[in-house]
C-alpha cells in the first residue's frame, strides 16, 4: 500500500517567505538603480524611456504565458531554476557595454574624485535641461556610403537568350538580397555610438525580461496549489508582507554599500557595477531555497477560462472599472517616478546612500500600512480608501518637482503608506467585492497587470519623452496635475455608480456553519428514530407471523 506523504504547512510558509524576502531583495539590489546606469552609460531620456516601456510589454505578454506552459508541461522547477540563473548571467552582460562618452561615466559624488575636463577634450555634463540631451546628428551622406558599398558589388551580365529565364530570375533575387543585406550593415556602421549603444541595451533588457519574467507567477502558482491541496490556501496571503521587507533591505543595503566605495573599482570598473553584481550574488542565494520550494500540480485543467472570466467579472461592475482605470492611471504616474526620480535626486547632489535610504522608507511605509487598513477602511470605505491612495501619490509627484537638497526627499517617501499601500488595499477589496469563488486571485492579477505592466509601459514611453522636451521637474508636476484631477473626478463618478455585492458562498458557508449544523443533527436524529422505528415494528410483525 502506498504511503500518503504528509505535507507540513508550517514549513512550506517558511520556505515561501524566505524564498520571495530573497529574490526581491535581489531586484531591488539593482532595478531601482537601473536607469541611473544608463544615464551614466550616455543614453537620452526618451531611449531610457524606450527599454523600460518594451521591458514592460514583454513582462505583460509573457509572464502568463510562461506560467500557462509552464503547468501543461509539468516544468515549474525547471523553469524557476533556470530563470534565477539566466536572467542573472544576462544581466551581468549589461557591465560588457562601454558608454558613449567615457566622460558620462565618471559622474562621482565625491568632490575630490571627480574628473577634471582636459582642455581639449570638454566634459560633458547631464543636466535637466531638455535642450542640452542633444544626440549626434546622423551623417549627411549616409545614403551616398551606402550607395559607394553597394556599388562595388560584381554586375553578372546575364544573356537572356542563352540562359534560362528563371536562373536570370533567380540571380537577380541573390543580387537584390545581398544589395539589402549591406544597406542594411552600412547603415549600422554609419550609425552614432549612442544609437549603437541604445540598440544593444535594449535588445540585452529584452533577453533578459525574457528570462526573468516567468520566475514569479510560476512559483506564485507551484506554491498556492500546494497549499490549496492542503486546505491551506487562505495561509498563502501572509507571504505578501516578505517581498516588500526583501525589498527594503536590497535597495537599503546595496545603497549604502555603493556609497562606501570610490568612484572606480578593480581597475577602472565604475563602482555602479556592483549593483549588478549583488543581483547576481543574493540571487545565487536564493536558488538553494528554490530547489526545496515544494510545488505541487492540479492535473484537473479547469473548464472556466480564469482570465476571460475575470475580465467580464470587471467589466460587469461600474465601480470594478473605475478601479481598474485609477490602476492604469496610477501604475503610469508610479513608473516614471520609478524611472526618473533618482535622476532628479542625483541633480539635487543626491548619493547612492540618500537613493537607498529614501526608497527603503518608502517600502517600509507601505509595508506598516495593514496597521491601519482596518480603522481606515471602516471609516472611509474602499471607494475613498482608493481616492486617498490617488490623492497621495499626486502629492508625493508635486512635492518631487521642488527637491531643493540630498535628504529633501524623506518627508514624501512617508506618504508610500497611502499612494502604495492605501491603494493596494482598496484593490483588494474590491476584488473580494466582485470575486465569485475561486476568482479571487485571478482579479487581483488583472488589476497587477493593468498597473505594473500596461500602465508602467504606458508611463515609461510618455514619461521619457516628456523628460526630453520638458525636464524633470513638468514631468512630476504634469504626472502630479493628471492624477489629482482624476481624485477629482473619482468620487462623483463612484457616487452615480451603484454598489453590487455579490454573494460569496465559501463565507456565506463558513459564517452559518453553526447555525446548518444544529438543523441538520436534529434532522438526522429524527430520520434515524424514524428507520429504527420501522425496522422495530417491522421485527414485531414478522415475529408473529413464525409462532403457530
Not at 543585406?181 to 525574457?210: A, G, N, R
Not at 525589498?247 to 572606480?264: M, P, T
Not at 486617498?388 to 501619490?393: N, P
Not at 465559501?506 to 449544523?517: I, N
Request: overall charge positive; proline content about 5%.
Amino acid at each position: 500500500m502506498r504511503k500518503t506523504k504528509q505535507i507540513n504547512v508550517k514549513q512550506t510558509l517558511a520556505l515561501a517567505r524566505a524564498f520571495h524576502f530573497l529574490y526581491s531583495c535581489a531586484k531591488s539590489c539593482l532595478l531601482p538603480f537601473l536607469t541611473l546606469y544608463f544615464r551614466d552609460l550616455g543614453l537620452a531620456p526618451e531611449m531610457v524611456g524606450i527599454i523600460m516601456g518594451t521591458k514592460h510589454i514583454i513582462s505583460l505578454l509573457w509572464q502568463p504565458l510562461s506560467s500557462l506552459l509552464a503547468k501543461m508541461y509539468n516544468k515549474r522547477r525547471a523553469v524557476i531554476h533556470g530563470s534565477v540563473v539566466c536572467s542573472a548571467a544576462v544581466a551581468l552582460v549589461l557591465l560588457l557595454f562601454p558608454p558613449a562618452n567615457l566622460q558620462t561615466h565618471n559622474i562621482c559624488n565625491d568632490s575630490n574624485l571627480r574628473s577634471t575636463p582636459s582642455p581639449r577634450e570638454p566634459q560633458l555634463k547631464i543636466s535637466t535641461d531638455p535642450s542640452s540631451w542633444s544626440t549626434i546628428p546622423f551623417p549627411a551622406n549616409k545614403t551616398d556610403v551606402a550607395e559607394d558599398r553597394t556599388s562595388q558589388l560584381p554586375v553578372e551580365t546575364t544573356n537572356n537568350t542563352e540562359e534560362p529565364k528563371n536562373l536570370v530570375r533567380k540571380k537577380k533575387h541573390k543580387r537584390e538580397a545581398e544589395e539589402g543585406q549591406l544597406d542594411f550593415l552600412s547603415s549600422l556602421k554609419v550609425m552614432d555610438v549612442q544609437h549603437q549603444l541604445f540598440f544593444l541595451v535594449l535588445i540585452t533588457v529584452s533577453i533578459w525580461e525574457l528570462m526573468a519574467a516567468p520566475l514569479e507567477w510560476t512559483a506564485d502558482d507551484g506554491l498556492h496549489d500546494y497549499l490549496d491541496f492542503a486546505d491551506a490556501s487562505d495561509r498563502y496571503s501572509s507571504t505578501g508582507l516578505w517581498p516588500l521587507l526583501g525589498a527594503a533591505c536590497g535597495v537599503g543595503g546595496a545603497g549604502f554599500l555603493v556609497s562606501r566605495l570610490n568612484c572606480s573599482i578593480l581597475g577602472g570598473t565604475s563602482k555602479t557595477a556592483v549593483h549588478f553584481f549583488c543581483y547576481a550574488g543574493v540571487s545565487a542565494l536564493a536558488l538553494p531555497i528554490a530547489a526545496f520550494l515544494p510545488l505541487y500540480l492540479n492535473k484537473q485543467q479547469s473548464k472556466v477560462n480564469r482570465p476571460l472570466k475575470a475580465i467580464q467579472l470587471v467589466r460587469g461592475s461600474q465601480r470594478a472599472v473605475l478601479c481598474a482605470a485609477t490602476a492604469l492611471i496610477m501604475g503610469a504616474t508610479r513608473s516614471t517616478v520609478d524611472n526618473f526620480l533618482l535622476w532628479q535626486m542625483r541633480d539635487h547632489d543626491s548619493t547612492e546612500l540618500h537613493m537607498g535610504v529614501s526608497l527603503s522608507l518608502a517600502l517600509l511605509s507601505q509595508a506598516a500600512f495593514p496597521l491601519l487598513a482596518a480603522r481606515l477602511t471602516r471609516l472611509l470605505g474602499s471607494g475613498r480608501v482608493l481616492a486617498l491612495g490617488a490623492a497621495a501619490l499626486g502629492l508625493q509627484c508635486l512635492y518631487y518637482s521642488f527637491l531643493w537638497g540630498p535628504w529633501a526627499v524623506l518627508p514624501a517617501q512617508l506618504f508610500s503608506c497611502f499612494s502604495c499601500g492605501a491603494f493596494w488595499w482598496a484593490v483588494k477589496v474590491h476584488s473580494n467585492d466582485i470575486a465569485t469563488p475561486g476568482m479571487e486571485r485571478s482579479i487581483k492579477r488583472l488589476y497587477n497587470i493593468l498597473s505594473l505592466d500596461f500602465g508602467g509601459a504606458l508611463g515609461s514611453f510618455a514619461g521619457g519623452f516628456v523628460v526630453r522636451w520638458c525636464g524633470l521637474d513638468w514631468l512630476f508636476r504634469g504626472a502630479a496635475v493628471v492624477v489629482i484631477l482624476w481624485c477629482v473626478c473619482l468620487p462623483l463618478l463612484q457616487w452615480n455608480a451603484p454598489r453590487q455585492y455579490r454573494i460569496n458562498y465559501s463565507r456565506l458557508l463558513a459564517a452559518d456553519a453553526s447555525e446548518a449544523s444544529d438543523s441538520e443533527s436534529e434532522e438526522e436524529r429524527d430520520w434515524l428514530d424514524k428507520a429504527m422505528e420501522d425496522d422495530g415494528s417491522k421485527k414485531r410483525n414478522y415475529g408473529r407471523t413464525l409462532k403457530p
